[in-house]
Structure formats: structure tokens, C-alpha cells
């Protein structure tokens, strides 16, 4: 297609996709149907429009007129007209009737580019009878996989315990900056650190275990277990006894997973290279793009790839209690080091001068030892939000009061005085998100204000995006630490009164 015809059917697509449905169908469906073949060839948008357009608010009692329409477009003169006609199917939903109507033009047409079109639509609709037709190794792994979606639905089964566990090494990985603290929480839990290297810690078991012993932590980022490293075979890596071992143990349902060439792209073509050669090995573990619980990710690594097998745990059932997040909110992890930073004494009474979304005063409340948690934000929404993620999480006993309003006006609250504060924690706005005026002045006035409030002992823990030190002499700096803000670099501090 040449360049103006192809501006011109963009423009027609904008034209018609801005359209109502009884307009649409009403009136362009039927100027395209009373069109001369070279009109229809020019006006297919229309075909896309329909497909488009019902799926967002077409009415539900006109899908099987839809639906015959664009089976009868199948059969079609034009080449043009059928290919549209198969791209909208998926659009509209499709049953058995389309499939057997795709099927029986696979059959006769000896077109290529038709035949890629049928296979690419019958890879996001076909059943069983497209399966029994032997199509090519990758559209019909797309085909198994979209039937083993719809008939054995997967799911992560956390509480399933690998028995034979001698192989197993996995990496928690997370933000630079934050190893310290996903090491000392893994060496509390069942299993045994092995190694520190920036952004990842590398943890063995020491006996059978569970999905749910890893997610115990909640310090790291994501999960995932190494499966070896290769410059060679990558789908025997991924269709190894031990993979298979994994994906069977901790998979309800059919296995489907999604390839990751991890800072490379798309890669598309390597996936699908990659994926035929796994589902020639093992057509059980099925390459899918869709709700898949597995994803396998391939770091480079020198001329080849460490592969690791990471569990799709969305959402995380660590921080569940998010029922709403704020612009900018804190990473969860980081708020669960934060918490772990600050420390745990009893009774204490704690303060987020920028609650947020709540997560450090939930991760913090949820280390136990607290009398009372303060939330204040100088935004409204962010304070309701804060609240009911409070009450969502495991630390709704704990006695928690959200206010909103400047934290300046609020720290001269009669409720606590001077120095009855054991802790403040908070990650203050910063960023292109949530930009401030005056940064630097916000950190100095959190700094006298902690001093004036916190008592004998207390704790002030932050994450600074400024190179300063606390200007009142009664601050202590107790720790610091370069922590990858995700583009940026600011410093997890701890103070002491």
C-alpha cells in the first residue's frame, strides 16, 4: 500500500472508530455493503472499526448478527476484505462456527499471506479442531495454550512443598542498595544465603519448602529460581528435570509460561525460535502471552544467558493489603526494609509525616511492638487511602489515627508533645512524579521537627534524595546507605534522638 492510501485508511479509522455502535452498524456497514468492490477494497477500515468498536460498547444481543456478518466476509472476493474479517473475529468473541468457517478457507486458499492471517487469528481462537488440523508448531502451541487457558485455568500454588530440593538455588533480586537487608531477613528464615552480588541475593534450602516459606520475605523484589547458565541448548535449560520438577510441583492447571530476554527487547523472533524449540521437547510446558504463571527470564551473561524460572506472583501476596495506590507510592519492599532499618523495641508510638499510600507504617505495625500508628499527608485522597489499606492489612488491631494536613502544623499535637514520638518513618515525596518546590527546605523542616518530637532514643528513618546531613545537633546519624530509586539514587538514613 502506498503511503497516502495508507494516511488515507488511518484517517477513515479514526473517522469511524469515534462513531457510536447503531452508527456505525446502521449506516457505515451498510454504505460498505451497498459499495462496488473497489469501494469496499478502500473502505475495510470498517471491518476494523466494527471489531473495535463492539467490544467496547457494543450490546451483547447483536453479537451473533456481528459475528455472522464477519463469517459471511470470509467468503469474500477479496483477500483484503477476508484478512480484515479475520482480524476482528477475536474482537467480537468467536465459537465453533468461525472456527470451522477459518478452517475450511485454510483448506482451499492458496494464498500465503492469507494463510499466515488465518493461522495468526486461529492461534487466538481455535479449539480442538484447529488443534486436529496439525498447523505449524507455533500457532498450534498457541492454540493448545489458549484452550488449556479456558479449560484448565492456571494458578501459583504456594503451599505445595518441593520434597527433592538439593538442586535448588534462587535469587531474590530488588533494588541496588538494598542486599543488606534481603540478606539479614533470609538468614532468620529456612533457608541459607549463598551469595550477595549487587541488586540479587542468592539463597539454598536447607529442607523442603513452599512458595509461601520465600514469600514469608519481604524484603525482596521478585523471586526466581536459577535453572543454569548456557551459551549454548537454552531449551533444554528450561525443559530440565529440574524445571519440569518446579513447574509441576508449584503449578495448578496447565503450565504456560512467557519468555524474557531480560534488557534485549522484544526479541520476538528469538522468542518464538526459543518457544518451538521448548514445545518440541516438552509440549506440556506451553509458551502463552496471556495470564500466564510462569515467566522464564534470560539475563546475558557473558556470551550466553543465566536463566531463571520466576513465579508470576500478581499480585503479591505479601502486600495484598494495597487496595489503592497514591501517585509515586512507595515500592513495597522498600517500605519492609525501612521497616526493618527502624528496628523494634515495644510500645512504641510511630509517625509518617507522608503516609501515602501507608505502606511503612504497615510494614513497620506489622514488625509488632506498637502502641499507636500516625498517618498524616497534606492530601485528602492519600490519607483515605492510607486508612483502608491499613484496615485491609494483618496490623488492622493496632490502634491507627490518619490526618490530613502539613505535617509542620500537625507535629504540635496535643496527643503526643514533645518528645513522646519513638519513631518516625517515612519515604518523603520527591521526583518527576510528585515534584516540590522547595526540597531541600521540606528535608530540613522534617529534620527540626523530628528533633522537637521524637523522644530521648527515638528513630528517625527516611529515604533522603538530598546529600545533607540532620542540621540539629540533637540527630545523630546512625546509618546511611545509597538505595536505586528506579532511575535515581537517594540514601536509606536512620537517626537517633
Known amino acids: ?210 512458595l509461601a516459606d520465600i514469600y514469608a520475605l519481604r524484603c525482596f523484589g521478585t523471586a526466581g529460581f536459577v535453572l543454569g547458565n548456557t551459551d549454548g541448548d537454552l531449551a533444554s535449560v528450561i525443559t530440565s528435570p529440574l524445571a519440569r520438577r518446579l513447574f509441576q510441583t508449584f503449578t495448578q492447571g496447565s503450565i504456560r509460561y512467557r519468555l524474557n530476554f531480560v534488557s534485549k ?49 500478581t499480585p503479591d501476596p505479601r502486600f495484598s493489603y494495597r487496595q489503592k495506590d497514591v501517585p509515586a507510592a512507595s515500592h513495597p519492599p522498600l517500605a519492609a526494609c525501612l521497616a526493618r532499618l527502624a528496628g523494634r523495641t515495644g510500645n512504641e508510638i510511630i509517625w509518617d509525616p507522608f503516609c501515602g499510600s501507608g505502606l511503612e507504617l504497615i510494614e513497620r505495625a506489622l514488625r509488632g511492638g506498637v502502641h499507636t500508628v500516625y498517618g498524616t499527608d497534606r492530601s485528602a485522597e492519600a490519607v483515605a487511602i492510607a486508612q483502608n489499606n491499613f484496615m485491609a492489612s494483618a496490623a488492622k488491631s493496632v490502634p491507627a489515627k490518619f490526618i490530613c494536613g502539613d505535617f509542620r502544623e500537625i507535629a504540635s499535637n496535643p496527643e503526643w508533645g514533645a518528645g513522646t514520638v519513638s519513631l518516625i518513618i517515612t519515604n518523603p515525596p520527591m521526583g518527576m512524579r510528585v515534584p516540590v518546590a522547595n526540597l531541600r527546605q521540606l528535608i530540613e523542616d522534617l529534620f527540626n521537627v523530628a528533633a522537637a518530637v521524637l523522644k530521648p532514643g527515638g528513630g528517625l528513618v527516611l529515604v533522603n534524595p538530598l546529600s545533607m546531613r540532620a542540621p540539629p545537633p540533637k540527630l545523630k546519624l546512625q546509618f546511611q546507605q545509597q538505595v536505586d530509586m528506579g532511575g535515581f539514587d537517594c540514601r536509606m538514613e536512620k537517626y537517633l534522638r
Open 1 to 210: 500500500m502506498k503511503t497516502d492510501e495508507r494516511n488515507r485508511a488511518k484517517e477513515l479509522y479514526k473517522e469511524l472508530r469515534g462513531l457510536s455502535w447503531p452508527q456505525l452498524w446502521s449506516e457505515e456497514v451498510a454504505r460498505f455493503e451497498a459499495a462496488s468492490p473497489e469501494k469496499r477494497n478502500a473502505r475495510v477500515a470498517v471491518i476494523r472499526a466494527v471489531g473495535v468498536v463492539f467490544a467496547e460498547s457494543g450490546p451483547a444481543e447483536e453479537k451473533e448478527k456481528v459475528q455472522a456478518w464477519l463469517r459471511r466476509l470470509l467468503q469474500d472476493p477479496s483477500e483484503k476484505v477476508r484478512r480484515y474479517a479475520m482480524a476482528a473475529m477475536p474482537k467480537i468473541g468467536a465459537d465453533a462456527k468461525e472456527e470451522g468457517e477459518l478452517l475450511a478457507v485454510l483448506r482451499t486458499t492458496t494464498e500465503e499471506r492469507e494463510k499466515k492471517f488465518l493461522a495468526r487469528t486461529l492461534a487466538k481462537i481455535g479449539g480442538a479442531a484447529a488443534l486436529a488440523q496439525g498447523l505449524p508448531g507455533d500457532v498450534g502451541q498457541k492454540v493448545k495454550a489458549g484452550i488449556a487457558r479456558r479449560e484448565s485455568p492456571s494458578a501459583i500454588r504456594f503451599d505445595a512443598m518441593l520434597r527433592e530440593f538439593s538442586e535448588v538455588k534462587i535469587h531474590l533480586r530488588g533494588r541496588t542498595g538494598l542486599e543488606q537487608f534481603v540478606s539479614a531477613e533470609a538468614k532468620e528464615s529456612p533457608f541459607r544465603v549463598a551469595e550477595v552480588q549487587s541488586g540479587r541475593v542468592a539463597i539454598i534450602p536447607r529442607a523442603p519448602f513452599s
Open 265 to 313: 527487547g522484544h526479541q520476538r523472533a528469538a522468542v518464538s525460535r526459543l518457544a518451538n524449540q521448548v514445545y518440541a521437547r516438552c509440549p506440556e510446558i506451553l509458551n502463552d502471552g496471556r495470564s500466564v504463571t510462569w515467566t522464564v527470564d534470560l539475563y546475558p551473561n557473558g556470551r550466553g544467558h543465566l536463566v531463571e524460572l520466576r513465579p508470576n506472583a
